[in-house]
């Protein structure tokens, strides 16, 4: 555990790009039960305002999240994965992730702190797009669990 709470600041390597595709989009919102046409019809979202179809405000979970691997399966760190549990996460957005969208994640170690035997890891992960703008900042919170000592 000293490990990771000495690496609070530690940014990773940007992620290879993640191509948002119109099918991706499709596929979350169904996966979520959302049928609106904003996330399925073209024109339907042209038609709102949108250069191409949106995409739903929890989407940039499937690329966030293979993002936070690089700090999960860091060996320096030593997190047992199958300690880990979801404790959060938030989006605070510049723009909307669209179909189209070519986006490059960094991920930053915001904040780790020792609860109650337990390591709280905060993530914070910057995601651009294929110009450099920032489309949104993401924050997960992990919690992994202490072991199990035996009896």
Known sequence: MTGVLAAVGRDYPPTEPFEVGREHIRSFARAIGDDSPLYRDPAAARALGHPD???????????????AEQVTGDPSLGIDFSRVVHGGQ????????????????????????????????????????????QVLTEWSTLVVRAAETGA
């Open 53 to 67: 179809v949106p995409a739903p405000p929890t989407f940039p979970v499937v690329f966030t999240q293979e993002a």
């Open 90 to 133: 938030r989006f605070a957005y510049r723009r909307p992730v669209r179909a189209g969208d070519r986006l490059t994640c960094v991920v930053v170690i915001a904040e780790a702190k020792s609860l109650a035997g337990n390591l709280s890891l905060t993530l914070r992960t910057e995601v651009s797009d294929a110009d450099g703008d």
